[in-house]
């Protein structure tokens, strides 16, 4: 699974004092939500999508590329985190700046041969990453929630999610309620997803002004549960509670899938005993160059 997936509010949920990470005894906290944020991004989704008739014309689903194009993207994630009892501090926002690079090299009728190159500062440092990768016309889903963990993960796994990403069109006010259940009971995330489908509105954004139907994100009882005694045996802290919620809007652009705006917050929680700690990510990505050959 891309990297860029990883809920990036798990990975500062144990920040103590001056921003030194705090342990535990021979179980530092640091281990048990970095083991949180690899469970919700490889977690396979066990749903069932409850789906309203809406109302309004029809937005088409699909990605309609065309050979030559390219676009660029530039991706924003702002974090914070801030802990409550023993070691009490306020956090200072971080930022990191992305620019995706996207080149449509060819398409077979089913297919897109995408050239993709992402370009982010890491501890300083300039990294750019290539790949050439292979797109299908129903891959418009990865679009949907940018930022979040690939929620449709293995959804072919899924009759329910295979039948649904199948339809051609999605109706305006259309809402999906897609529950989750991820993980085992030695250690998981439960809850739900909701994705409605609003009207068509005209985004401006620095590549131009587009038509793009609306999507509205948030969540409902997002939790993660765990097992003490499977914590206890990989060294991992037990905790008390442990929650997670997202809330945000995607921009789509009319007949092509094509993303145009995104944005996103993730906010967690994990308390231990008097202990509170509280993370927020937000993540912004927006089509800032276009051009057709």
Same mark, same amino acid.
């Given at each position: ?161 295979? @039948?649904?990403?199948?339809? !051609? &069109? $999605? =109706?305006?006010?259309?809402?999906? /309620?897609?529950? *989750? ?92 005993? @008097?202990?509170?700690?509280? !993370? &927020? $990510? =937000?993540?912004?990505?927006?089509? /800032?160059?276009? *051009?057709?050959?």
């Amino acid at each position: 699974m891309d990297k860029q997936n990883i809920p990036k509010f798990l990975k500062r949920l144990d920040v103590g004092n001056n921003g030194n990470t705090q342990t535990t005894g021979r179980k530092p906290r640091k281990k048990l939500y970095a083991l949180m944020g690899s469970l919700i991004v490889i977690a396979v989704i066990v749903a069932a999508i409850v789906i309203p008739q809406g109302s309004g014309s029809p937005n088409e689903l699909g990605l309609k590329y065309a050979v030559g194009e390219h676009m660029v993207y530039n991706i924003t994630s702002i974090s914070v985190a801030q802990q409550e009892g023993l070691l009490s501090l306020s956090g200072t926002p971080q930022t990191n700046n992305s620019t995706l690079s996207i080149d449509v090299l060819s398409f077979d009728g089913e297919n897109y041969v995408l050239k993709q190159t992402m370009t982010t500062t890491l501890a300083g440092q300039s990294l750019t990453l290539p790949a050439t990768i292979n797109v299908s016309k129903t891959d418009y889903y990865k679009n949907l929630v940018n930022g979040a963990p690939d929620i449709f993960n293995n959804y072919t796994r899924d009759p329910t999610i295979s @039948a649904y990403l199948a339809q !051609s &069109s $999605v =109706k305006v006010d259309e809402v999906w /309620t897609i529950p *989750v259940n991820t993980g085992n009971a030695s250690l998981g995330l439960t809850g739900s997803l909701i994705l409605t489908f609003k009207g068509v509105e005209d985004i401006a954004v620095p590549a131009g002004t587009y038509k793009a139907f609306k999507i509205e994100i948030s969540s409902s009882d997002l939790v993660v549960h765990a097992d003490p005694d499977y914590l206890d045996a990989i060294h991992i802290a037990t905790f008390d509670k442990a929650t997670l919620s997202m809330s945000g809007t995607t921009y789509l652009e009319q007949g092509t899938c094509r993303l145009i705006k995104s944005d996103l917050i993730q906010e967690g929680m994990v308390q231990r005993g @008097a202990s509170i700690v509280s !993370s &927020s $990510v =937000k993540t912004e990505k927006i089509l /800032t160059e276009y *051009v057709k050959n």
